[in-house]
């Protein structure tokens, strides 16, 4: 059996140390030669290491996982992304990248990335267009709206968008940075201008979510538990729905 070396790439202590206890444990044939806290540190293990895989996260401050691929002219290892959301970017992924785990990162669902490593380093294959990825990737990520408010108009990007709450004919949408702001438009008019993006989900008549922050939810209790603390309501008519959305 080949021996495969490993980079693990993740802002979290104990996330990288699950991965590596994980690989370890169920698989022998893989040596993690390095792990790394962020992206610069990671490119720089990469080039003295030369593994045949990188775990990479892509949710890390300062750089994105993703941005890999603006630190090399050739990415000659194969990718397996690590992401907390089951959103948009997951489409890009199954598209362009060999693999992708979602965390928390399952035993079985490992054993596959690593299979299609191991495929793929036995077929001397990488076909992979990272490039094409981040390209995507990119694009969806400065997507913005417009909002017309007094007088001026306001740029969002969506991707900092937590939530949107009806608060009567106003919204207030609260932000991934923690902040919030009051809107003079109601929902609906949110809801118009994102029907078009398939990571935002009205879940409720007072509630629009970004399905990304989405942290755990109860069918039980009708309750939406989503980034920075913030709890967002489900309709009981909404249930069938949500769970095809969140998969």
Request: without cysteine; aromatic residues 10%.
């Amino acid at each position: 059996m080949s021996k495969i070396k490993a980079i693990i790439v993740d802002d979290e202590l104990a996330a990288r140390n699950i991965l590596e206890n994980l690989l370890t444990l169920s698989f022998p044939q893989v040596t993690v030669v390095a792990k790394e806290p962020d992206l610069p540190s990671a490119v720089l293990a990469i080039k003295k290491h030369s593994p045949d895989v990188v775990f990479l996260d892509i949710e890390m401050p300062k750089y994105a996982g993703y941005q890999i691929v603006k630190f090399f002219d050739e990415i000659n290892f194969h990718i397996v992304f690590i992401t907390a959301y089951d959103s948009y970017a997951i489409k890009a992924f199954e598209v362009n990248a060999l693999d992708y785990l979602l965390k928390p990162i399952e035993r079985s669902r490992l054993k596959l990335a690593v299979e299609k490593v191991e495929q793929q380093l036995k077929e001397k294959e990488n076909t992979t267009n990272y490039h094409q990825l981040l390209q995507q990737l990119e694009i969806e990520e400065n997507k913005t709206i417009v909002v017309a408010e007094s007088n001026q108009k306001q740029v969002i990007q969506l991707n900092t968008i937590v939530a949107i709450e009806a608060e009567g004919a106003y919204s207030t949408i609260y932000f991934k940075n923690a902040n919030k702001q009051l809107f003079s438009k109601n929902i609906g008019y949110f809801e118009a201008l994102l029907k078009d993006e398939t990571h935002f989900f009205r879940s409720h008549k007072s509630w629009l979510i970004n399905i990304k922050h989405i942290i755990s939810y109860s069918l039980g209790n009708l309750q939406i538990e989503l980034s920075n603390n913030l709890t967002a309501k489900l309709s009981r008519f909404k249930k069938n729905t949500f769970e095809k959305v969140v998969g």
